[in-house]
């Protein structure tokens, strides 16, 4: 049984930093694509970021574009999202998200993940 489960969350001021983390397990970690999603109260789960199965490439939406960076560490089963120069916009839940995908693209919208986790708030005050 494929688990996810996001940690790293909390309460921060705008300009700082925060690093979220997802623990796998139940799958073979190095063939399956990740992506970072996030929901804010009242707004659909949007797409913040994503990355191969081999780490190889990447993909960020607009707004976070330049102050976040997804990565991951296939020996670990991990994959973390640096999250820089916070604003308050950045506020919500995060989730991550996995599909068993081996192309070279990265997979940006929410039917195309399998996989969830419960999800982990973010918040950013200003």
């Known amino acids: 049984q494929v688990q996810l489960g996001e940690s790293g969350g909390g309460l921060v001021q705008a300009g700082g930093s925060l690093r979220l983390s997802c623990a796998a397990s139940?799958?073979?970690?190095?063939?399956?694509?990740m992506g970072w999603f996030r929901q804010a109260p009242g707004k659909e789960r949007e797409f913040v970021a994503g990355?191969?199965?081999?780490?190889?490439?990447?993909a960020y939406s607009s707004s976070v574009k330049g102050r976040f960076t997804v990565s991951r560490d296939n020996a670990k089963n991990t994959v973390y999202l640096q999250m820089n120069s916070l604003k308050p916009e950045d506020t919500g839940v995060y989730y991550c998200?996995?599909?068993?995908?081996?192309?070279?693209?990265?997979?940006?919208?929410?039917?195309?993940?399998?996989?969830w986790g419960q999800g982990t708030q973010v918040t950013v005050s200003s």
């Open positions: 139940g799958l073979t970690f190095s063939g399956y694509a």
């Open positions: 990355i191969t199965y081999s780490g190889g490439n990447t």
């Open positions: 998200a996995a599909r068993n995908f081996y192309g070279r693209a990265v997979l940006t919208t929410t039917r195309d993940y399998s996989h």
